[in-house]
């Protein structure tokens, strides 16, 4: 069988493995059903620096994330009794907000619309270099690692308050759960107010995603946050794409 890794294990130039303010290194779980394809990736990775477990099931996938806590999830799509989709999907249910990183073959868009919406944070097709991964990987820890160690900082437009630390949201007094990746997104959107961005430029600043292909994604999560907060200071700008207008009264 072909290895879905394109590379042999090893250090990008320059690259440190993230750790935390404690010193201690972040902890991945690895979710893949191909014995050969884990075993890689466990050395890989702890060669690399992290605190690496490896899982061969959904069902253990989603056991192990409630015991170890890893601060990402590296998630095969096509597990031999959940999907990696159907794993996404059980965490974010039940609020857990753990990064998730896809590595699957299934490279249509419409499977990589189903990974996002599943609560996906990053996508990767086999085969991939570990050295991509890697970089993936510090990608998506420097945003949700850091964010834990920021200092306050909250966003108030209108009649929503956006607590950036403590990753709340009020709409008119009223707290509302978003997902992290609605979260993301009306963050980026409330701390730029009064800028219009592409659906291509919010998938590339809040998904980092560099294609600008299937846009009805960035559609799809917007329709959520107007639903869920039940504003109107989101809105489309035809043509263009979306913006937080601040009100005129603020």
Known sequence: MMSAVASTPGSPSGLTATRHSDGSPARLLVAEDEALLADMLLDALAF????????????????????????????????????GFAVAERLRARSDSTPIIFLTARDTPADLRDGFLAGGDDYLTKPFRLEELRL????????????????????????????VTAHQVWSAG??????????????????????????????????????????????????????????????????????????ASS
Do not use: C
């Open 48 to 83: 690399a620096g992290y605190d690496v477990e490896v899982t061969h099931t959904g069902t253990q996938a989603l056991e192990m994330v409630e015991r170890r806590r890893p601060d990402a999830i590296l998630l095969d799509v096509n597990l031999p009794d959940l999907s």
């Open 136 to 163: 993936r990987i510090e990608a998506v820890l420097r945003r949700t690692l850091t964010d834990r160690h920021q200092v306050d900082d909250t966003l108030r437009i209108g009649d929503l308050v956006i607590d």
């Open 174 to 247: 009223t707290e509302v759960s978003l997902s992290r990746t609605e979260f993301r997104l009306l963050a980026h959107l409330a701390a730029n107010p009064d800028r219009v961005w592409s659906r291509a430029d919010l998938l590339r600043q809040v998904w980092g995603f560099n294609v600008d292909s299937d846009t009805s994604l960035v559609e799809t999560y917007i329709s959520y946050l107007r639903r869920k907060l039940n504003t109107d200071l989101i809105q489309t700008v035809r043509g263009v794409g979306y913006v937080v207008r601040t009100p």
